[in-house]
């Protein structure tokens, strides 16, 4: 895979390939054409009890939280996710995000760095006071959020977030301002003076839940360089797991252990450009991407 040119023009993020037809399709696409992992994601959704938006936020917003990666076959997946949400699991079964009778979504998120890919190289490199910009679609809704990740000093992940309403950008003076007073309360630094879209993800996504505990499920992801166009995809049937909790194993970190999974380094933002672009030293992710991504060098 050759390296891309320097500085071609960006690309719209509105251009982008969605993951799935738009929200209440009129016919959704024969099971046959839809990805394993999608599938998986779907059913275990679908199979389980629904648990509203406002509940989620009161019994695991996890704002601040510890995550942990996992890349689980279809099938493997379907097992555990059984487990998980099984009505009958002591302590409770896991629920599935649910809103107005939808519980799987589409996700687009464009996130933004320097030109010198300040933000990859500060997370290739273990940096304390480090950070990801990104704003973020939720496709089925409309809703935009502008988000900045931060490090805690436990080494947890801190999010703080602002709506994006309108003709609103990231790039707009109200939150170039709070993006320089979050960085500046929480470490002291200045924020870049340059910044630029700089890679697309969409997905879809599954949550499911339990009391201080979360866990995503992704498929069908789409990662694409919005300087040069350039994409990778997700493998057709891996499913892409996050727990999120407050900082010990989780029930549905233990259950993936049982299920023979082991967390992996890998994040979407900073494995997308190791497979995107073969150039750039980052070795603690190459492993994982290459396991994720079709075509991925």
Known sequence: MSAPATDPAPVPAAVLP????????????????????????????????????????????????????YLVPAATFARLAARLTDP????????????????????????????????????RQGRRLRFKIRERVYQDTGERQFEIKLKGCRGDTVKHRRPLTGDDTPQDAPFRDFLAATL???????????????????????????????MTCDAGLVCTDLRTGRAVRAREGLVLVETKGTGHLT??????????????????????????????PANRWRRAARLVFTGAG
Do not use: W
């Open 18 to 69: 969605a993951v799935l037809p738009a929200a209440r399709p009129l016919a959704e696409p024969p099971e046959a054409l839809v990805p394993p992992a999608v599938q998986a994601i779907t059913r275990a959704a679908a199979a389980a009890l629904p648990v509203p938006l406002a509940e989620v936020n009161a019994r695991a917003e996890l704002l601040a939280r510890f995550d942990r990666s």
């Open 88 to 123: 009958h699991r002591p302590g409770g079964p896991f629920r599935a995000l649910t809103i107005e009778r939808r519980n799987t979504f589409r996700y687009h998120s464009v996130y933004y760095d320097t030109p010198d890919l300040r933000s990859f190289h500060d997370h």
């Open 184 to 214: 500046q309360r929480a470490y002291g630094i200045d924020a870049p003076q340059t910044l630029y879209p700089s890679l697309g993800t969409d997905y879809v996504r599954a949550t499911l839940v339990a009391d201080g505990e979360r």
């Open 251 to 280: 029930a549905a970190d233990r259950l993936l252990h049982a299920h023979g999974m082991r967390p992996v380094v890998l994040t979407k933002y900073c494995g997308a450009l190791a497979a995107l672009h073969p150039s750039l």
